[in-house]
């Protein structure tokens, strides 16, 4: 028989299918609960607030761009910085499509949007660390002198990431009219976006945003 999962899990797991139906704006602590099959009280024993099982959401149960980003800076092995940056971007591209539907709703409710920033800054986290975590995988490639000395490894980060960004939200917006799903971790086509035509675009985007970004800094 399978180990039953412990509450934290079970509310994380909940979260997690709440949050990309419903949206953070009208997902409430309650409904958390209540789908894992837990008081709110007990929810409460574990976690803060809804934006701590947010956090760990983004952490435990969304395609991270921090732990792959903190791998390359300790040690890229024999990948070059295009791979490495084409890593990355495929990556992003697929933790960006997976979180657009999940906090978008927070933009048209300023109250709840100024809520949520407090509470990620209470715990240190936000948006910007995927641009902070890469700039700095950028500065060690810089030191090991595999980019350019001059390069501004801060506004690099911000173009790869920046790209990747913006091809989410047009996949989301596009809703399969022109660029249907992100690449998933591990493959190369699968699930993997499309230029109107059926052939595979989502590996190419990403290592052309590579390829560009690294013709700047390289």
């Not at 390069?151 to 690099?156: C, F, G, N, Q, S």
């Not at 976006?193 to 390289?218: K, P």
């Given at each position: 028989?399978?180990?039953?999962?412990?509450?934290?899990?079970?509310?994380?797991?909940?979260?997690?299918?709440?949050?990309?139906?419903?949206?953070?704006?009208?997902?409430?602590?309650?409904?958390?609960?209540?789908?894992?099959?837990?008081?709110?009280?007990?929810?409460?024993?574990?976690?803060?607030?809804?934006e701590e099982?947010?956090?760990?959401?983004?952490?435990?149960?969304?395609?991270?761009?921090?732990?792959?980003?903190?791998?390359?800076?300790?040690?890229?092995?024999?990948?070059?910085?295009?791979?490495?940056?084409?890593?990355?971007?495929?990556?992003?591209?697929?933790?960006?499509?997976?979180?657009?539907?999940?906090?978008?709703?927070?933009?048209?409710?300023?109250?709840?949007?100024?809520?949520?920033?407090?509470?990620?800054?209470?715990?240190?986290t936000g948006?910007?660390?995927?641009?902070?975590?890469?700039?700095?995988?950028?500065?060690?490639?810089?030191?090991?002198?595999?980019?350019?000395?001059?390069?501004?490894?801060?506004?690099?980060?911000?173009?790869?990431?920046?790209?990747?960004?913006?091809?989410?939200?047009?996949?989301?917006?596009?809703?399969?009219?022109?660029?249907?799903?992100?690449?998933?971790?591990?493959?190369?086509?699968?699930?993997?976006?499309?230029?109107?035509?059926?052939?595979?675009?989502?590996?190419?985007?990403?290592?052309?945003?590579?390829?560009?970004?690294?013709?700047?800094?390289?």
């Amino acid at each position: 028989m399978p180990t039953p999962k412990s509450t934290p899990a079970r509310i994380l797991d909940a979260a997690h299918g709440l949050l990309r139906t419903t949206g953070l704006a009208r997902t409430t602590t309650k409904e958390i609960a209540r789908a894992a099959g837990c008081s709110e009280a007990a929810l409460y024993k574990h976690f803060a607030n809804k934006e701590e099982i947010f956090v760990r959401v983004l952490k435990e149960r969304l395609p991270g761009v921090g732990p792959l980003l903190e791998e390359l800076t300790a040690d890229p092995g024999e990948r070059t910085v295009e791979e490495c940056l084409t890593a990355v971007a495929r990556r992003a591209m697929d933790l960006y499509a997976q979180t657009l539907p999940i906090a978008g709703s927070l933009f048209a409710e300023p109250a709840l949007l100024r809520r949520h920033r407090e509470g990620l800054a209470e715990l240190g986290t936000g948006p910007h660390e995927p641009r902070d975590q890469l700039a700095r995988y950028l500065r060690r490639e810089r030191d090991r002198g595999r980019i350019r000395a001059d390069a501004d490894p801060e506004a690099a980060a911000a173009l790869l990431l920046g790209a990747c960004f913006q091809r989410a939200f047009f996949t989301a917006f596009a809703e399969g009219t022109e660029t249907e799903g992100t690449e998933t971790e591990g493959t190369e086509a699968e699930g993997a976006g499309t230029d109107g035509t059926g052939t595979d675009r989502t590996g190419d985007f990403a290592a052309e945003v590579a390829r560009t970004v690294l013709t700047g800094i390289g």
